[in-house]
């Protein structure tokens, strides 16, 4: 029997490691129920793939990732969740999670998430750390830096990055750029070029939101030569916030109303401690990185963002990253900070400049460098090669998907392919992730530019909007260039602005679909 004849065997030893953290036999007992009440049948249980699911999302890893792990399409996947998982998971807690991020959040305000000792890292903390006599950790058996082995251009933006950071001696570095453009890839890239440059080295994953009190603890715990004392009230701070979040919770559903007298007690008694408790980790963490040189780099800073805000509105409660980052770049230190996000952070934008000690590094498509994904892919009408790259800008995800397309569904044809029209598959699914982030005016504004079929100039925007040229106007228009949806285009006496042909693409079909 094959290896993929085998799925319930292979998927009952998959992401394990959730048991470290969660309740697991108790929330598989309360998804059963909730199945049953959902389908309306005491026989329905819980399956050993919607369990392997189930732990997936709780560590963390995305469908697609749960899709490679378990060698299943990763359309069947979502189809999966959307029917099953998700619909328990909103019978169970009377909330209907937006995305799946928003499981491990969910199910943890319910108390299904065990209260680990302080060495229990989450499961999407990558951390190695480097010292001259001892060697890095080996990174792959955590299963989440990216695998750079196959690597497709960039050389110029590594270099580039190798001087912010070794030659100029910069303190904080942003790699900016809309989803699947390569951040992770080239910060893995570059992090394994320069890492012999610096004493320690550590990688942390913020795709789970985590508070920046627990962020604080892991770095200093991590960058300092033995566990340290007097960490207690950050890592307070954290408890009390689930407390704060679990009331909110409860008083949201009307389960308890008079909870909300507690629930102004607590918020009383915890928030005016709270920044100055802040701001000692914060300087014990640049104590650690003037004691030694330090390379830190946070993977998928925007999760710390607002949703349906313009870009750079920290979440409620995570304003103190903006002022974390603040401190970073300008404490005195012989360390880096860099970090990987597909919206720019404000603090970015005030701090950076050619005589500061921050940078940041906005990716575009990888231009002819993408030729190298369609060969590697066996595509072989190579003069076709040049429009395919052009329909979608040079996105390496988007290339990777329609690649797999164009040989599953048109015979490896790229002519024959793009005779269809410019198809998205699940690389719309990326884009839906993104745009689900927008504010109302921001989407309102790209469906009026998807309508265009030239660039168009900022009186032709506010002419389709019906928005004055004020300063919301102007606000919404810099949100959406800084997370890269929107591009510039010169022209003699100003300047134009348009949208990627798959960007347009999505937003057309999500027009056709939204009408009656």
């Known amino acids: 029997m094959t290896h993929l004849n085998k799925p319930?065997?292979?998927?009952?030893?998959?992401f394990i490691e959730a048991a470290a953290c969660w309740n697991l036999?108790?929330?598989?007992?309360?998804?059963?129920?909730?199945?049953?009440?959902?389908?309306?049948?005491?026989?329905?249980?819980?399956?050993?793939?919607?369990?392997?699911?189930?732990?997936?999302?709780?560590?963390?890893?995305?469908?697609?990732?749960i899709a490679t792990a378990l060698h299943r399409e990763c359309a069947g996947i979502r189809v999966d969740l959307s029917r099953g998982l998700y619909r328990y998971i909103e019978v169970l807690t009377l909330q209907q999670p937006k995305d799946w991020r928003e499981i491990p959040s969910l199910l943890e305000i319910f108390g299904y998430k065990q209260k680990g000792n302080v060495e229990t890292l989450h499961p999407t903390l990558i951390s190695y750390i480097q010292t001259p006599q001892t060697p890095i950790e080996n990174q792959t058996e955590w299963g989440m830096l990216a695998d750079t082995s196959i690597f497709y251009?960039?050389?110029?933006?590594?270099?580039n990055l190798e001087q912010y950071i070794l030659q100029e001696n910069c303190r904080l570095v942003a790699i900016l750029g809309m989803e699947g453009i390569g951040k992770t890839s080239l910060a893995s890239k570059l992090t394994d070029a320069i890492k012999h440059q610096f004493d320690r080295l550590i990688w942390l994953?913020?795709?789970?939101?985590?508070?920046?009190?627990?962020?604080?603890?892991?770095?200093?715990?991590?960058?300092?030569?033995?566990?340290?004392?007097?960490?207690d009230k950050l890592r307070l701070i954290a408890r009390d916030r689930e407390k704060k979040v679990f009331l909110q919770a409860a008083v949201a559903l009307k389960e308890r109303p008079q909870l909300e007298f507690y629930l102004e007690k607590l918020i009383a008694s915890t928030t005016a401690t709270e920044q100055t408790i802040i701001t000692d980790g914060i300087q014990r963490l640049i104590q650690c990185l003037q004691k030694r040189r330090c390379l830190i780099i946070l993977d998928e800073w925007e999760a710390v963002f607002s949703i349906e805000q313009l870009t750079g509105n920290y979440r409620e409660g995570y304003q103190v990253y903006g002022e974390f980052m603040k401190q970073v770049a300008k404490s005195q230190h012989q360390s880096c900070l860099l970090l990987t996000?597909?919206?720019?952070?404000?603090?970015?934008?005030?701090?950076?400049?050619?005589?500061?000690?921050?940078?940041?590094?906005?990716?575009?498509?990888?231009?002819?460098?993408a030729v190298e994904i369609l060969k590697n892919k066996g595509l072989s009408e190579e003069c076709e090669y040049s429009e395919l790259i052009e329909a979608?800008?040079?996105?390496?995800?988007?290339?990777k998907i329609v690649t797999t397309t164009i040989k599953d569904m048109f015979g490896g044809s790229i002519a024959n392919f793009l005779r269809n029209g410019l198809l998205l598959g699940d690389y719309s699914d990326t884009?839906?992730?993104?745009?689900?982030?927008?504010?109302?005016?921001?989407?309102?504004?790209?469906?009026?530019?998807?309508?265009?079929?030239?660039?168009?100039?900022?009186?032709?925007?506010?002419?389709?909007?019906?928005?004055d040229r004020d300063s919301d106007f102007f606000k919404t228009l810099e949100s959406l260039?800084?997370?890269?949806?929107?591009?510039t285009v010169p022209a003699e006496t100003e300047t134009l602005f348009a949208l990627q042909p798959a960007i347009k693409k999505y937003l057309m079909s999500v027009a056709r679909l939204s009408k009656p």
Request: proline fraction near 5%.
């Open 25 to 65: 036999e108790q929330l598989y007992a309360d998804l059963t129920a909730a199945k049953q009440e959902y389908a309306s049948s005491t026989k329905q249980r819980l399956t050993p793939l919607e369990k392997t699911y189930l732990r997936g999302l709780l560590c963390n890893y995305s469908p697609p990732e």
């Open 8 to 14: 319930l065997h292979i998927s009952e030893q998959k």
């Open 392 to 399: 979608y800008s040079g996105n390496p995800l988007a290339l």
């Open 481 to 487: 260039f800084r997370r890269s949806l929107i591009e």
């Open 431 to 467: 884009l839906s992730r993104q745009f689900d982030r927008l504010s109302s005016l921001e989407i309102q504004l790209l469906h009026c530019m998807a309508k265009e079929v030239k660039p168009v100039d900022i009186e032709k925007l506010c002419s389709n909007i019906q928005q």
């Open 205 to 231: 994953n913020l795709s789970h939101a985590p508070l920046l009190a627990d962020t604080l603890v892991n770095l200093i715990e991590f960058l300092s030569d033995k566990p340290l004392s007097g960490l």
């Open 153 to 159: 251009g960039r050389a110029t933006e590594l270099a």
């Open 341 to 369: 996000s597909c919206e720019k952070p404000k603090e970015i934008a005030a701090l950076e400049g050619q005589n500061q000690a921050v940078r940041s590094l906005k990716l575009g498509g990888l231009g002819e460098a």
